[in-house]
């Protein structure tokens, strides 16, 4: 199997679990008090799935009253996508017209198989695959959940509110390498869990990057040393 085709495979599977959870969405939004319609615009101009359960799930705590919590907490999550565009725009390259595309693709799940990538056109591969094939994927089981929610009942009782997570796990598993990225992991996991009760939408996530910016800006557990992997495959291929 050719680099390229096995980007598109880990591509296509992160397309697949996410979109899986667009029809969770959906069910919810539709239970919310949105119709279907707003439902599917909600998907095709914000997309990016954290914003969109934060928003569902407070306007459908406080109903409308509670829109200018809702659109906050959706902004406040909505805020990361700022720091992945700062990441990724070397990647994608181009014009201004090419970085604005690139903008709306710009999520969690095409970030994280972009950067996962050694090879710079392997990046940019893997950013629009998984970038497009997550819009359209999403914006179909989306209008999908909405039609149909009322048949499915919970969504979570068919597991659709796990399949995100299990693609980010999916994706980050390889990773942890190094007594440092283990680090970042679990104590960006238990500040998010601790403050999750405490904090409004949103926060959480914040706090638990602050925590892993701190690791590694303080280099704790010594996470600068190549990895033993790396030090191989370097070591037989030569200097450059």
């Known amino acids: 199997m050719t680099a390229e085709r096995e980007v598109w495979r880990e591509a296509l599977g992160v397309v697949l679990a996410t979109s899986a959870y667009g029809v969770s969405f959906g069910a919810l939004a539709v239970a919310s008090g949105l119709d279907v319609w707003q439902t599917c615009v909600l998907s095709l101009l914000m997309f990016t799935g954290g914003s969109q359960f934060a928003f569902v799930g407070v306007f459908t705590a406080g109903g409308l009253a509670a829109l200018p919590s809702a659109v906050a907490s959706a902004a406040l999550l909505g805020v990361r996508n700022v720091a992945y565009g700062m990441r990724m725009s070397p990647i994608v390259g181009g014009g201004p017209v090419r970085k604005a595309a690139a903008a709306h693709f710009t999520i969690d799940e095409s970030t994280a198989v ?10 940019q591969v893997g950013f629009w695959v998984t970038g497009i094939g997550i819009f359209v994927g999403w914006n179909i089981t989306t209008l999908v959940g909405a039609l149909v929610g009322d048949v499915l009942g919970d969504p979570r009782t068919w597991g659709l509110d ?4 299990a693609a980010f796990l999916a994706l980050l598993w390889p990773r942890l390498r190094r007594r440092q990225a283990i680090a970042v992991g ?3 996991a238990v500040v998010a869990a601790a403050f999750t009760p405490l904090l409004m939408p949103g926060l959480p996530v914040l706090v638990a990057a602050v925590v892993a910016i701190a690791v590694g800006w303080f280099n704790w557990l010594g996470g600068r040393g ?9 070591g037989s291929e030569g200097a450059p």
């Open 114 to 123: 972009a950067i996962s990538q050694g090879d710079p056109r392997l990046r």
């Open 162 to 165: 796990a399949a995100a997570a």
């Open 186 to 188: 679990v104590a960006a």
């Open 226 to 234: 190549t990895p033993p992997d790396d030090r191989a495959r370097v």
